[in-house]
């Protein structure tokens, strides 16, 4: 059997990766855009913005179905010249890698996104029922003393987002790619997938790497974990002073709802006081903390329809959401002052922290709800 001819089609730079990256992420826009026009012209506005996550996913998929899983070049690996191999063979890969890069860098972070808050809330449950009973059971002794388990799991409960988080990963396999140029995907690291050039690249061409930034990268990685290991050490996070009325720097109210004591933490408390984790607080509860009253479902303060209601909001379409098309109910302005449905832009900016006309940057804390 003749040897294999040797390989003569260098390894793709840092620069051409990214490059080619970024020209597919914007063909996916381009295609998401495209879908949701059409999702809103055949079932309406509302839930064009409800399935915004889905509709993402299922451009993704179409996008790389058509190109990747064919065995077809991308848009963005067209325009860069670089062809995806396997590292091993230096071949163009198998369906088998393919199909899984794909389902890997689409389909399981939508599916940790849709799984990981119930999960979360969950153990933050579990963990909170078990620190209470353990101070109970301390109750009345002179010096308590905390066991190793206890410490244990108050550093959970205070770090619970942090470590069921893929963000560290993608981190550390990011800064890896800028020191040696491969797998700017973690589902490409996951499969052994690289980039050639598929053209001879002349020694006059510099291709100069970004191992600045990786460096940048791992300093910035460095300090968050000294400070957070200082932090710990110092008592600062993870510490329980009174786990009846306060868990890792939160307070547990009368109905067994958690609430940050970060007086910057408005959406988590908000998030908190309208989704605990085992039962839903009762009205009676909700107008007693909120010194609210509580409407039945599907009743609004303030609805358009009714011209009597806000009637200084002159105009038939100036009386309509531009999101879901109808009449305002209970409106609510943000920071650059354009008017939607409550409902609608608090559903919006949960998503996407912009106005979405202007695309100012909005806060849900920044929205205002309009009295009178």
């Known amino acids: 059997m003749p040897p294999s001819p040797p390989h003569t089609y260098p390894f793709a730079a840092s620069p051409d990766i990214i490059r080619s990256n970024q020209k597919d992420a914007y063909f996916q826009g381009v295609l998401l855009t495209r879908l949701s026009s059409i999702l809103r012209q055949l079932y309406g506005a509302r839930f064009a913005h409800n399935y915004t996550s889905e509709a993402r996913v299922f451009s993704e998929l179409l996008y790389l179905g058509l190109t990747t899983l064919v065995g077809n070049r991308t848009l963005g690996e067209e325009y860069c010249d670089i062809v995806q191999v396997e590292e091993d063979t230096l071949q163009l890969p198998a369906v088998s890698r393919r199909a899984g890069y794909i389902l890997a860098s689409i389909i399981l ?23 209470r009973r353990s101070s109970r059971s301390q109750t009345g002794q002179k010096q308590p003393r905390k066991s190793r388990l206890y410490h244990l799991q108050s550093y959970i409960l205070a770090n619970l987002d942090t470590l069921t988080s893929t963000s560290p990963m993608h ?20 499969f052994h997938l690289r980039y050639i050039f ?120 100036a009386r309509k959401c531009t999101l879901c098309l109808e009449e305002l109910k209970d409106p609510s302005v943000t920071t650059c002052g354009h008017v939607f449905c409550w409902n609608c832009i608090g559903d919006w900016v949960r998503e996407k922290p912009e106005c979405p006309l202007c695309r100012q940057h909005v806060l849900i804390q920044h929205i205002l709800p309009l009295r009178g």
């Open 109 to 131: 972070p939508y599916g940790l996104n849709r799984i990981l808050p119930a999960f979360r809330r969950r153990v933050r449950a579990k963990l909170e029922a078990n620190l």
């Open 198 to 317: 598929s053209r001879q690249v002349e020694p006059s061409e510099q291709r100069v790497g970004y191992e600045v930034l990786g460096v940048l990268l791992v300093l910035q990685l460095a300090v968050q974990a000294w400070l957070h290991v200082s932090n710990t050490a110092s008592g600062r996070i993870g510490s329980v002073a009174n786990p009846e009325n306060m868990i890792g720097g939160t307070a547990v109210l009368d109905h067994g709802v958690e609430v940050s004591l970060d007086p910057n933490a408005y959406s988590s408390n908000n998030a908190l006081l309208l989704d605990s984790p085992e039962k839903q607080p009762d009205a009676n509860s909700l107008e007693r903390m909120t010194h609210t009253k509580v409407l039945p479902a599907e009743t609004y303060r303030y609805h358009l329809t009714d011209n009597d209601v806000m009637g200084w909001i002159s105009g038939r379409q």
């Open 171 to 190: 981190a550390v396999s990011l800064s890896v790619f800028y020191f040696s140029g491969a797998y700017y995907h973690l589902s490409k690291r996951l």
